[in-house]
């Protein structure tokens, strides 16, 4: 009898996974190799991740996808509007869908809903990337200052967590846009307010990060090789930064990505409340802050709101997944 | 006429907006025509008929009225109640010494005697006023209703810290001593110099200056009488001693009250009242959405508010041919404009100042504000056309469709030497959807001459006091145009140009709803019309201090404001009064 053929491909898939791609290489896989083989083996995952990419296209190339799918964001179309019958709604079904205005119009003014939900997802992401990198910074810089050092710093930056995460955020949030200047910091105008909401999404949220960061140095810090490194007489820098911070880019990462669409939601949520973006820009938020007088006409709340909740939901979706490729003990 | 005044004109407007989402409206100009009594089925059947006939009449007497009310009613007092429809409303329950007559359209303008036997009887130079009460009008106690009750009614009405927010008219006005703080706190105070009571019959008022338009004065609750010995201040709004038709029975504040048949009132002391129906019923704070519902199924009757209907009804009716015959369009003595201000440059050149009357988009402002039956009619004066003394004129046409005439408003900006446009700014109330509409079709609209506007928006509560009203503020900032409202207390030139045309209402510490209008000879033309005893020649001067403050620039007139209402099936001698722009509660009467 002879062997058959395939014989030689069933005792390579016996081998474990992780020396599976390397096998005939001398060296092993890396952490993000591996974590990157489980993530591509998670289909929701990449298609959040997926269509992540394809709104940060749409965010950058606005310009050009409203230029040819739609009119500029700001402008009226009040002759596609049911002016003589008193009504206001946009003239024709589905809040007047059509090729020129794929999503519809606005009732009263007419404004392309497309347009402005593209131009949206700009304020959107912008305010939502950098806020969430704000509290990725404090949060990781004290975080690990605090678990690594110990003692009464420990004890100074846990209480001012504590106080953070006890702050009304909300209210602060709509008494501090609502006092604020129009010039202040050389800024004026939307330049400033969007300022203002990422400082106020970000400065307030890193207590989240932070106690996480705190938590996982800790226990990092009694760690073998973080031992073995102090006994070999290398300074706090260097362990910081050698030892601790390449253990701790997985959380970060991953807190990263599900702190964004909660703070797509806040600036929503703050847009809504009237402190977000100055009319006429467009923002999700704002639409729908716009579409509620109009709530005979659903498809103006339609649009902007499947934008915040696809979005939010991708972000979720490619969050979890990143959790489970980067740290597969962590429970759900 | 005083601050105070100034402040709870807008604060009501205020309310009226944040209380209707959209306050719904429909233009149509009152086509139906149907002459009174000719037949309550065809004039039951079209649009707007109420607003100039009388729908469904009926001397029938009996039944009930069921009246609802969006909110909680501002206060029953009517020493300090300061809505038009609660003014409508209080003169079932009390007896002014004038009143609106109830009657359709422009009549229901007109003042009749109602405590008083006749008007006013003026000295020559308009500062004293004689007023000749009727006999025999008595409280619902059974005790007569004197001069000297109306005097306290007067008075007290002046104390400002029991009555905050009530009409302020006559503490400015009335020559009363100094120090005088109302018969609560100085109550052996000798009030003559201000008001007289020669006998039970007579009261004669003395003011400070010529006031022409008296009459209007006399109209306003505050001179239903009080009687002295039941007057509980403040808690008076929940015991108030009637002298209408009608008193007050099983009143919950914040729930419900009913008003019932006042078997001490004597029709024939009261020429102008027909009291038909037994009872009122009214429910407070009831959800507006549940209130045009149940006006559509005939559950309930009138919505006392008045504020027009929600935009899911409004669709509704606006779609509904039958439905539409059943609801009414009326004008109500409102402008919702845009102040144009002087001292912003370049609008400190009377030709920038045109180009924004010729660029802007008419129909874009008024569709900002519901379009024309929700919104209003396209104004071009600042006076409604439903108050006497409005000239119809337009002093900037903006072409046939409205939408704006663009070679004059380029040519306006070549006189004014800014050919290419230049930049301001426009603030708006960030709280009222309908003022961002507005100043998002102005950035529109300007923007095709290159005038190019930013949006600025200010919470509504310190609007005039820290922003648009406040001078330094609005010249630092860069307020060229400011988005504004005016609604008149009575249907008169004076209860709605005072305060917005005057410019000597405009103080350097904000406050003032005049942000604009700052002409000297508008200001002299003011003082002489208070002067003019004759009603025709005055209502005349009102109509040019309006033209003249146009030729200005210094206004937009936005649009006059309308309200879809729907009319009761229940009821009977439904009209629409021109008064208060609202169906006339005094007539209705119920079929059950």
Known sequence: ?332 | MNHSKSWRVRSLAAVGVSATLLVAACGGGGGAGNQEGSGSQSAQAAFNAASSSVVNPSDKKGGTLKFANPGDWDTLDPGETYYAWSWNFARLYGRALMMFNAAPGKEGNQLVPDLAEGPGKASGDAKTWTYKLRKGVKFDDGTEATSADVKYAVLRSTDKQTFPNGPAYWEGLLDLPKGYKGPYKTPNMNTDSAIETPDKYTIVFHTKAPFAAFDYLAQQPDTMPVPKDKDTGAKYRNSIVSTGPYKFEGLQPGKSFNLVRNDQWDPATDPNRKALPDRIEVTLNVNADDIDNRLISGDLDVDVAALGVQPAAQSRVLQDPALKATADNPLSARNWYTSINPTVPPLDNIECRKAIMYAMDHTGYQTAYGGPFAGGDMATTLLPPNIPGHADFDLYPNGPDHKGDLDAAKKSLEACGQPNGFATNIAYRAERPKEKATAEAFQQALGRVGIKLTLKPYPQGDYFAQYAGLPPYVVKNKLGLATNGWAADWPDGFGFLSQVVDSRVIRATGGSSNTSVRIPEVDQMLDKALTELDTDKRNQMWGEIDRRVMEEAVVYPGVYSKALLLRSKNATNIMVTDAYGEYDYLGMGAQK
């Open chain 1, 1 to 332: 009898m002879t062997l058959p053929p395939e014989a030689g491909a069933e005792a390579e898939a016996a081998i474990p996974e992780a020396v599976l791609v390397g096998a005939g290489q001398t060296e092993g896989r890396s952490l993000g190799q591996i974590a990157w083989m489980r993530l591509k083996r998670d289909k929701v995952a990449l298609a959040g991740g997926a269509f992540l990419i394809f709104l940060i296209l749409v965010a950058i190339f606005a310009p050009l996808i409203v230029k040819y799918l739609g009119s500029p964001p700001n402008e009226f179309h009040q002759e596609l509007i049911d002016t003589a019958g008193g009504t206001l709604a946009p003239i024709g079904r589905f809040g007047g869908m059509s090729w020129d205005h794929l999503m519809g119009i606005e009732p009263v003014n007419g404004r392309d809903i497309f347009s402005r939900v593209v131009y949206g997802s700009r304020i959107s992401l912008l305010i939502a990337f950098l806020a969430t990198l704000l509290s990725v910074a404090i949060g990781t810089t004290l975080g690990i200052i605090s678990g690594f050092i110990g003692g009464w710093t420990d004890t100074l930056t846990s209480r001012l967590m504590d106080i953070f995460l006890a702050f009304p955020l909300l209210v602060l949030a709509i008494a501090l846009a609502g006092v604020f200047p129009d010039q202040a910091f050389g800024l004026q105008g939307n330049q400033l307010r969007i300022a203002l909401l990422i400082f106020i999404i970000g400065f307030f949220n890193w207590p989240y990060i932070g106690r996480i960061i705190r938590g996982q140095t800790l226990s990092l810090r009694e760690r073998e090789f973080v031992e073995s490194a102090k006994s070999l007489g290398a300074r706090r820098g260097y362990i910081l930064r050698t030892e601790m911070l390449p253990n701790l880019i997985a959380p970060i990462l991953v807190y990263s990505t599900l702190l964004i669409p909660t703070n797509i939601l806040f600036e929503a949520a703050l847009s809504f409340l009237g402190v977000g973006i100055r009319p006429p820009t467009a923002s999700w938020g704002g639409m729908l802050s716009d579409a509620v007088v109009f709530y005979t006409q659903p498809h103006f709340m339609f649009w902007p709101g499947m934008a915040i909740f696809i979005t939010v939901l991708a972000f979720n979706l490619f969050g979890d997944g990143l959790r489970d490729a980067l740290d597969p003990r962590a429970n759900r």
